[in-house]
């Protein structure tokens, strides 16, 4: 499989990058995790023979600014929509008049769904400790254990979801050493996350737009993880990876 980062940026969009946008292609699917801005590279990205999956952690607008997209696309088997518990009546209030186009006016059929999925793969979730409610993914996809996890601060479940996977991607919210709240995480405390859970590689995206204000400054933040746990990348928007 390969996973795109097409939005690596927190809270809102600069020169630094799209908000939080990814994509995992596997042989039979085409997940996508959030929808930040960065949604709109997707177009481009897509295997439009198969379907099109896209999992929202929560509902802050960085999250899911993109989807005012979705009348774009005209893609033949749908697009599923995957939240947390509890949030699909707030998602559909969004997608709505005035906000959004009705989503029975769009040429692709677009479906919402809370858990449990009914899915060809395997999905696990926990909720994760954030100011609103906020969903990690643990997806089991080509004998490769993908976890997603944004936007979260220091949690058990974080440890517990991220257990022994061969990919763990999550946020480096604050930068090394300020920790306002724990709301995000710092880059080391994403990096001792996937140290305590015997995860394989970590990718730290969502960088604060306000404290991130040069590649610098995240480089500082992959040092400041790289003392802590050596299989850590942060990537920029259009990178990927092949796992």
Same mark, same amino acid.
Request: charged share 25%; proline share 10%.
């Given at each position: 499989m390969e996973i795109f980062f097409l939005g690596t940026n927190g809270w809102y969009e600069t020169s630094m990058g799209s908000t939080t946008c990814s994509l995992v292609k596997t042989v039979n699917e085409n997940i996508v995790l959030d929808a930040g801005s960065g949604f709109y590279r997707v177009e481009k990205l897509l295997d439009y023979s198969k379907p099109v999956y896209i999992f929202l952690s929560h509902l802050h607008i960085d999250h899911i600014e993109g989807l005012q997209i979705?009348?774009?696309f005209d893609i033949a088997s749908g697009i599923k929509i995957l939240l947390g &518990?509890?949030? !699909?009546k707030e998602l559909e209030s969004f997608l709505r008049p005035p906000? $959004?186009?009705?989503?029975?006016?769009?040429? @692709? =059929?677009?479906e919402?769904?809370?858990? &449990?999925?009914?899915l060809p793969f395997n999905v696990e979730t926990l909720p994760l400790a954030h100011a609103v409610p906020a969903t990690a993914f643990r997806f089991?996809?080509?004998g490769k254990i993908v976890v997603y996890a944004l936007d979260t601060g220091v949690s058990e479940n974080l440890v517990k979801i991220a257990k022994n996977a061969d990919l763990l991607i999550t946020g480096a919210g604050f930068?090394?050493?300020?920790k306002p709240d724990n709301n995000l995480l710092m880059p080391e405390e994403g990096a001792r996350a996937a140290l305590d859970s015997g995860a394989k590689k970590l990718?730290?995206?969502?960088?604060?737009?306000?404290?991130?204000? @040069?590649?610098?400054d995240?480089?500082? $933040?992959?040092?400041?993880?790289? =003392?802590?746990? !050596?299989? *850590?990348? $942060?990537?920029?928007?259009?990178?990927?990876? *092949?796992?």
């Open positions: 979705l009348r774009k &518990p509890d949030m !699909k906000f $959004a186009p009705p989503l029975s006016s769009l040429k @692709t =059929k677009i919402i769904f809370e858990p &449990p999925y009914d089991s996809l080509e930068f090394p050493g300020h990718a730290l995206i969502h960088f604060k737009a306000d404290e991130y204000l @040069t590649f610098q995240r480089n500082e $933040a992959l040092i400041s993880a790289q =003392k802590i746990f !050596k299989n *850590v990348i $942060a990537p920029k928007d259009g990178n990927s990876i *092949v796992l």
